[in-house]
């Protein structure tokens, strides 16, 4: 067919509804054939592929000139060595689009997911759920992940077990495809890269071969749990890349830093400037004090006492200036002249004449003997020097002057002692003490005013950690908005720091509070009502005009203060104690501390129905609803674990089955499923049949829907058999059908 709108087309419109439509060549100039494209996707060229692709044109058949996309990143293969129950290799092949894994209980379908989890190292995502005693999620990855093999002991690892995936990822804006081989031991983790045909050790530690190749692993277990615990579903909205936690982490870790620098800071000004009062109190009476030995001439007198010890303090230390070098010279001079004994030995060796050299040798030590004796007469004639000037008459006559002086003033001193006035050093000591007092008031004024202005920075940055804070909700909720947009059946709301449930055992830590103490300050639930009640009932209380986000800052404003009354509640006597013996340390973790945010999940089935709390949900609309929200967003390949544990068939056609062929363009899908409608009607590139033989797990005979063996065993494995099939069918559809 030539064009769509073209009348032929349109008057056969009704006929060819839900058939494949494929583009014609029957051009009129050669260079015009061929220009049109139809892809089709087969397992191997055949006419048995093609037969089935036309069959199911909306999945099989695309008109389009350019080569359909492989999603970006994909998992290619996975090889097992030495895992209980399979000893010998195991290597597995993926599509990189849609991969049903399928088979009978205990043939190995969930091992084969569990070691990829390993291998492409998510175990970090199992961790984030919490403990064993937690989390049945937790508890059954734990029993996979311990050495088996022992009686009792249900593992499938052992110390000896290797698992190795490789992957690819691609770059287009830099159009780079590399190719890793992350390979988990129960040891360590390794990741490689192919360079050039090589594979090189990229140094990679197991969280940032995460973070390089992401992928999403799910069993139906850890979907419920995402329903059943908020707090999980944020964890997980967070390594969304669109919230970008890990850039918004550091920098809440930077703007926390720097509050707890300002608030060290302040505390240091503090109690700084608490020791303002005992100074003042010091600087009047030692003011009085000064006072009265001024009053006295003791202030004329310690002048005059200190500038006459100054003086000769300057010609003593002159005189000891110009002796030392002298006193270098003299000691590095010997007692005795050292060149008066310096000679040159007999030489043997006549020829040639040395008595030249022996006449020079002569000559230059009694040469340098003179020298020696003339630099001990200088260094004797400039020791004379300084010692005629140290007993000159003027210096004489200014030194006696001085010792005048001081005679005066030690007569002033003991007439002072007589009349009870003290003595000079200790008006000396007052004064010296007084300017001491003066300094570091003006330092606690300038420390005063520095502590207004820091005072103020602090406020800022609170403001600036409190804005970084409340950013993270928005970039929650923008995320999930974004995800829901297609997803009409399906609302979360994020609740800005309204999780107090969740919070309390921080809020009870930082303030250092056992548990099941103050429960009626810190948290109560009523349990007919389910009204939250204590302090941290009131930041999600009604009536309170305020928004939570104001109310945690009234929250840590009352505790830091000390209140007796905070958010309108009373704080009772012991509270008050508790929190009054609280560390610094704990006061800066507080302010940094912020309520979890409060994540509700609502659904219905149609638009005609109003949206329900996900809480008063069965376990199949929990799941569903979870999964939908999982499926809806994302690029990085994305592994399940029978998804339709809980779900009625129903919903398998409507949630599963779509998602998975809107989802499979655009990512790479690996699906353990027991449900087959999973696997025709979601239309898998690849099916990988599993089972359990002679007590090992094996693949039998993977393949694409294509191929007539394969869909030979989706009949025997998940329909029971053709026969039981063909009695299925009858029964209802036949029988339905007759009865229209």
């Known amino acids: 067919i030539h064009h769509e709108i073209s009348r032929s087309v349109q008057s056969f419109a009704r006929k060819l509804k839900g058939r494949g439509t494929v583009d014609g060549s029957d051009a009129h100039r050669t260079n015009r054939a061929g220009t049109r494209r139809v892809w089709l996707k087969m397992a191997q060229p055949s006419i048995e592929g093609l037969k089935l692709a036309l069959l199911d044109p909306k999945s099989s058949l695309l008109r389009a000139q350019d080569k359909p996309a492989a999603p970006l990143h994909r998992i290619t293969s996975l090889r097992i060595e030495q895992l209980h129950l399979r000893r010998r290799p195991l290597e597995v092949a993926f599509s990189p689009w849609f991969n049903a894994i399928i088979g009978g209980r205990g043939s190995g379908k969930s091992t084969l997911l569990e070691a990829l989890r390993l291998a492409t190292a998510r175990e970090l995502d199992i961790q984030e759920l919490g403990t064993a005693q937690e989390s049945d999620v937790v508890r059954a990855f734990e029993r996979f992940r311990t050495p088996g093999g022992a009686r009792g002991n249900s593992g499938m690892v052992r110390q000896d077990t290797i698992l190795v995936a490789t992957v690819e990822k691609y770059d287009p804006s830099a159009n780079i495809n590399e190719t890793y081989s992350f390979t988990w031991k129960p040891a360590g983790f390794q990741a490689q890269r192919l360079d050039e045909g090589v594979w090189q050790d990229t140094g990679l530690s197991i969280e940032q071969a995460a973070k390089s190749f992401p992928v999403k692993v799910f069993s139906q277990k850890q979907i419920f749990e995402l329903a059943e615990r908020p707090s999980a579903l944020l964890t997980y909205i967070d390594r969304a890349p669109e919230v970008g936690f890990q850039a918004w982490k550091e920098g809440h870790d930077e703007l926390c830093r720097s509050l707890r620098e300002l608030r060290g800071r302040e505390r240091f000004l503090l109690q700084t400037i608490e020791k303002k009062a005992e100074l003042e109190t010091e600087l009047r009476e030692v003011s009085r004090k000064t006072r009265a030995y001024q009053l006295s001439n003791v202030a004329g007198q310690v002048k005059v006492y200190r500038e006459v010890k100054q003086a000769q303090k300057e010609v003593n230390d002159f005189v000891e200036a110009l002796f030392a070098p002298i006193r270098k010279l003299d000691e590095a001079l010997l007692q005795h002249n050292p060149y008066a004994q310096i000679r040159l030995g007999d030489i043997a060796l006549q020829v040639p004449d040395p008595s030249d050299v022996q006449q020079g040798a002569v000559t230059v030590a009694n040469e340098l003997d003179a020298k020696y004796q003339m630099v001990c007469q200088i260094v004797a004639e400039m020791q004379q020097r300084v010692e005629g000037f140290q007993k000159s008459q003027p210096v004489a006559d200014y030194l006696q002057e001085t010792e005048k002086a001081i005679s005066a003033y030690r007569d002033e001193v003991a007439r002072l002692r007589d009349q009870g006035i003290g003595t000079a050093q200790e008006a000396e000591t007052a004064l010296r003490r007084k300017q001491e007092l ?128 905070i958010l309108g509640q009373a704080v009772h006597g012991r509270l008050v104690t508790a929190i009054g013996r609280l560390s610094p340390d704990d006061c800066d973790t507080l302010l940094e501390w912020f309520p979890h945010d409060l994540v509700k999940v609502e659904f219905r089935r149609n638009r005609n129905e109003s949206f329900q709390s ?73 099916v990988l049949p599993m089972a359990f033989a002679a007590g090992q797990i094996q693949q039998n005979n993977p393949g694409g829907l294509q191929e007539r063996a394969v869909r030979e065993g989706i009949c025997n494995i998940m329909e029971g058999g053709r026969d039981a099939f063909r009695q299925r069918y009858k029964r209802i559809l036949e029988d339905l059908d007759a009865s229209v």
Not at 540 to 554: C, E, F, N, Q
Not at 628 to 645: I, V
């Open 438 to 565: 003066e300094a570091a008031l003006a330092q606690i004024a300038a420390q005063q005013a520095e502590l207004v202005a820091l005072q103020k920075q602090l406020l800022f940055a609170y403001a600036r950690l409190k804005l970084h804070r409340r950013k993270l909700t928005r970039l929650r909720r923008k995320f999930v908005n974004d995800v829901l947009v297609s997803n009409p059946n399906l609302r979360i709301t994020i609740d800005e720091q309204a999780d107090v449930d969740q919070s309390s055992g921080e809020f009870r830590s930082i303030l250092r509070l056992q548990d099941g103490t103050f429960v009626e300050d810190i948290l109560s639930i009523d349990e007919v009502t389910g009204q939250r009640a204590g302090l941290l009932g009131k930041l999600v209380a009604d009536g309170l005009l305020d928004p939570t986000h104001k109310r945690v800052t009234s929250l840590k404003a009352g505790i830091l203060e000390r209140s007796r009354e």
């Open 614 to 686: 996900l809480e008063r949900a069965s376990a199949g609309q929990k799941t569903s609803s979870i999964l939908s929200f999982l499926l809806s967003h994302g690029d990085e390949p994305l592994l399940l674990d029978q998804p339709e544990d809980d779900l009625d068939n129903a919903l398998v056609s409507e949630l599963v089955v779509d998602q998975i062929r809107k989802n499979k363009s655009r990512r790479q899908i690996i699906v353990v499923t027991h449900n087959p409608n999973i696997v025709v009607n979601g239309d898998a590139e690849l």
